[in-house]
């Protein structure tokens, strides 16, 4: 009888949707348009182009680029030559990166040669010794042992890297019946992604996703009723999960148009949904807070919007969400997290206003959930705070090359320990509280206090340091170094923030730097965190007190 759900392979969607929607708009994008049948056409060019620069199968392939129509034509061609995608934070600077590309044990790794004013050819050529004598399809690079194969997208000429369009020329001598041939290969159940995360150990962790990924994203679209008269206006970028799956994956699955932005821009997103009569968009609570302003500053005809996506339930995003409900668009609230995929928990068509502002949504097909004590494991009761578990089909592998996180966050009945503070209400929806582990979400993005804090300890200046989170109106929190000094020695929040630039991602980077001359410790010798937090609201100031009274 075969199995009960189709296997089915990431490569091949392109050419199912170019044969289903040849002629309608698959993506749109600073100004340039692709339908269907080109967008299939650019994916199997960029796989044979691969393939010709020596790309094998289950090779992880580290991406790391701005969105751009290249991004999501490598994905569908990593895939289709049964590689595997390493997709890259493009906030990462030079330590990030060199870690998460060394740790993956990626082959190839392409990178854009600038965005904006940020210059990534220089990055690369600062973490890579001697980039400019390798060669590009042979390099042996010290640090990097499985690294092979670089290249580079964009104006520039990158010493030591195989241009783009170099790289598709090389796949004119790659046959069809080749490249068709090394798609039929391909194993669904293997892997096809490996998305990293921040964890608590100080160190991002490689999440593992098979091509089951489909699955999921079909009962999505089902739910959230996407069809392929639908418009996506994206801002979100492509290298996180969120963007990635609620545009560029589900676009193709159900043969919808994608508007790309390359950036984050209100002005520019509210300006094409009224320009490609736009159905849906998403983001969080700070995208549609200026979503919102954006509007009051220059109205727009936005009524082809049919809904969008807003991960809500948390005390700091109700209040923009109920103002989502009633001035924009109603919204899809949810959960999720890199090892689901991403949303594991969604709100309805028909959910009231309260449900999509504040709650966390409900759980979506193939997945399950408990609310427990963390301290006792025990299921706690409906409306009171625990530790929100949960397994199903979408839940990782495992993370890359570290067994024993696996097995810590995993257990024995394959129910995944998030870490997260959830309250189970009554009508079967979660909301979102915080995070029981010891991570900020400053926003959008993940922050690990650990991996910070180990990349200040390296300052000649900091002794002993802590991170913890602030309030702040737009990103939600931000980070705070408790720092002690070492001996006769001294450092400014500025001193700090010039260490931090260009070295870690900027949203990583302490917005205040507060001195003192100890850490409140346990009896253990644990440091009090949340005495810190309450120091650095009282040393600061309490940003959330005026909302509060208004």
């Known amino acids: 009888m075969g199995d009960w759900y189709p296997k089915e392979r990431l490569g091949d969607l392109p050419a199912e949707a170019a044969r289903r929607w040849g002629g309608r708009e698959a993506l749109v994008c600073d100004g340039k348009r692709w339908t269907y049948r080109d967008y299939d056409r650019e994916v199997d060019r960029v796989a044979k182009g691969l393939m010709a620069l020596g790309v094998e199968t289950g090779e992880h392939v580290a991406l790391w680029m701005n969105n751009r129509p290249e991004w999501l ?109 090394r798609a039929a290969a391909v194993d669904p159940d293997e892997p096809v992604m490996i998305g990293y995360t921040s964890g608590t150990t100080g160190h991002p962790k490689g999440v593992l996703h098979t091509h089951l990924m489909i699955r999921n994203m079909r009962e999505r679209a089902n739910r959230i009723g996407l069809t392929f008269e639908d418009a996506i206006v994206n801002p979100l970028p492509l290298f996180h999960m969120y963007g990635f799956s609620e545009a560029g994956l589900i676009a193709v699955i159900a043969g919808c148009k994608h508007v790309l932005l390359d950036r984050f821009d209100a002005d520019e997103c509210m300006r094409l949904v009224e320009a490609e009569k736009g159905t849906i968009t998403h983001g969080f609570d700070t995208h549609y807070k200026e979503y919102l302003d954006s509007l009051e500053r220059t109205p727009r005809d936005i009524s082809s919007l049919r809904f969008g996506t807003f991960p809500s339930g948390m005390t700091s995003s109700a209040r923009i969400a109920r103002r989502v409900q009633t001035e924009m668009v109603p919204t899809f609230t949810g959960w999720g997290m890199t090892e689901t995929f991403t949303f594991a928990t969604m709100s309805f068509g028909n959910s009231t206003p309260e449900q999509r502002s504040d709650a966390s949504g409900f759980p979506a097909p193939g997945f399950e959930i408990k609310v427990v ?105 931000v980070a705070v170094a408790f720092v002690v000094t070492a001996p006769s020695k001294s450092v400014t929040g500025e001193e700090i923030a010039a260490y931090c630039k260009g070295r870690i991602a900027s949203f990583k980077s302490p917005r205040h730097v507060l001195s003192v001359d100890a850490f409140p410790m346990t009896a253990s010798g644990k440091v009090q965190k949340h005495k810190l937090r309450a120091l650095a609201l009282e040393r600061l100031g309490d940003p959330t007190a005026d909302r509060a009274a208004e």
Request: charged share 25%; hydrophobic share 40%; aromatic share 8%.
């Open 73 to 181: 034509f490598l994905t569908f061609a990593i895939a289709k030559i049964g590689a595997v995608l390493v997709p890259l934070n493009t906030r990462y600077r030079t330590d990030d990166v060199a870690y998460t590309v060394r740790q993956s044990d990626s082959g190839t790794w392409i990178s854009v040669d600038r965005s904006g004013p940020v210059d990534y050819a220089a990055m690369l050529a600062e973490v890579l010794p001697r980039l400019a004598a390798q060669d590009p399809r042979a390099a042996a690079i010290e640090g990097f042992p499985r690294l092979r194969r670089l290249v580079t997208v964009g104006e520039s000429d990158v010493p030591g890297t195989v241009g783009w369009e170099a790289m598709l020329a090389g796949g004119d001598a790659v046959s069809d019946a080749a490249l068709g041939a």
């Open 373 to 477: 004590d963390p301290e006792t494991g025990g299921e706690i009761a409906v409306g009171e705070e625990g530790e929100l578990l949960i397994r199903g089909y979408m839940i990782t592998q495992g993370y890359y090359k570290k067994p024993e996180e696996t097995a810590e966050a995993i257990d024995g009945d394959g129910w995944l320990h998030t870490g997260d503070t959830v309250v189970l209400r009554a009508d079967g929806h979660i909301r979102f509280v915080g995070r029981f582990k010891d991570q900020l979400r400053v926003g959008g993005e993940n922050v690990s206090p650990a991996e910070v804090e180990a990349f200040l300890m390296a300052h000649e200046a900091v002794d002993q340091v802590a991170v913890v989170g602030y309030p702040d109106a737009r990103l939600n929190e």
